[in-house]
């Protein structure tokens, strides 16, 4: 086997990881279910390397080496869920210290923040991360954390990364970024300076909507990156054998699919940015998007799959849109292959910031003239 450092993320995505099979000469990695593996003759070794699935398991170390490959980070620790990654970084902090989020953050980022960390001592400030002036008045003597979101979820709103960083990083304050969105397919957060890249692993990087996962890569080994480790462990909340190995057979696959979300989602913007039943299209990809230039520095290849549409009218009007869609399901979530969209206010609840009148898209790896036709007869 070359050394796969120096291959190329879609080679790396199937090849990194997959020695499980060794003994059996499996082309395809097995999926191993034991909870538990048994010591060697001497009573206190375990020749196998794995003592319990909650501490280890072959999937899942085989999973985290294609991961960290994929961002060129040291180490990468893969959670239930991807909530469940940002936890582990929020705990990390400890109670009493101070951290600066995006005023858009995703609804589920705040709501675990405001139920679970407030109060246990943690404040927060919510900020428009597009302000850098704004970012650094929000910094205190607290402060352990920026976390950035880039693009924002849902109204895509990009982050200067490299900006971000500059502040942080003489204040010896952590920099984390959520690049779910962006996946490392379009966007290398480590290499631009941040400490630590999550993503929820049910998105893209699953891209078949039938697995929940979380991962944290980071970009070197740290205090931070131990705790992970620690709470991983002890914390318990790992992913399932059954998981990783989806994981990491959607992998194979990643390089492949992402070109493809993005050419689909760059079309369907232009259709609908010129559609006259269109209010805007919130796309970084769209010249004319006040975020295009930043996102054209930062996001190598594409502009993602995802995009926000606001329709003229209220909210009546938009559900009534999305329901009359065919290709497109109705439905939370995103990074399938198959097309999604969702009414985000109604789903987020009365104290969400987002517009009535926004409908979230997750574009997906179908033709796109049949994605145009379906968007073509639900607006009329």
Excluded at 83 to 94: D, N, P, S
Excluded at 99 to 116: H, T
Excluded at 200 to 225: C, N, W
Aim: hydrophobic fraction near 40%; charge should be negative.
């Amino acid at each position: 086997m070359p050394d796969l450092s120096k291959l190329q993320p879609a080679t790396q995505a199937i090849h990194a990881g997959n020695s499980i099979g060794a003994a059996s000469g499996a082309v395809v990695p097995p999926m191993v279910l034991s909870t538990t593996f048994e010591r060697g003759h001497d009573g206190l070794s375990y020749p196998g390397g794995f003592v319990y699935s909650r501490y280890d398991a072959p999937n899942r170390q085989s999973l985290e080496t294609k991961l960290a490959l994929l961002e060129n980070g040291t180490e990468a620790v893969c959670f239930a869920s991807g909530m469940a990654a940002i936890a582990a970084v929020l705990h990390a902090l400890g109670p009493g210290c101070h951290v600066v989020v995006p005023d858009d953050v995703y609804f589920g980022v705040r709501g675990i923040v405001e139920k679970l960390y407030a109060p246990w001592g943690m404040t927060f400030s919510y900020v428009d991360m597009t302000d850098l002036p704004t970012v650094e008045a929000a910094i205190q003597k607290n402060t352990r954390l920026i976390w950035i979101e880039t693009p924002s979820n849902p109204e895509l709103k990009i982050t200067d990364i490299e900006a971000i960083v500059k502040i942080a990083q003489p204040r010896g304050i952590l920099t984390g970024c959520d690049n779910t969105w962006a996946t490392p397919y379009f966007q290398q957060p480590l290499a631009l300076g941040v400490d630590v890249s999550m993503h929820s692993t049910t998105k893209y990087l699953g891209g078949h909507s039938d697995l929940l996962g979380g991962v944290l890569i980071f970009r070197e080994q740290t205090p931070l990156s131990d705790f992970a480790r620690t709470y991983q462990k002890a914390g318990g909340a790992v992913p399932s054998a059954f998981d990783c190995w989806l994981l990491g057979r959607s992998l194979a696959t990643f390089a492949a699919r992402m070109p493809i979300h993005a050419s689909n989602a760059a079309q369907l913007a232009a259709y609908l940015s010129a559609h006259p039943r269109v209010e805007r299209v919130l796309y970084p990809g769209l010249v004319a998007d006040p975020y295009h230039q930043v996102a054209k520095k930062q996001m190598k290849g594409g502009f993602g799959g995802m995009l926000s549409v606001l329709l003229k009218g209220d909210q009546a009007n938009a559900l009534a849109v999305a329901t009359k869609l065919q290709l497109f399901k109705h439905a939370t979530s995103l990074g399938g292959v198959e097309s999604l969209i969702e009414h985000r206010k109604s789903v987020e609840g009365p104290t969400s910031l987002t517009p009535d009148n926004l409908l979230r898209i997750s574009v997906g790896i179908e033709a796109i003239e049949d994605l145009l036709a379906d968007f073509g007869q639900a607006l009329g």
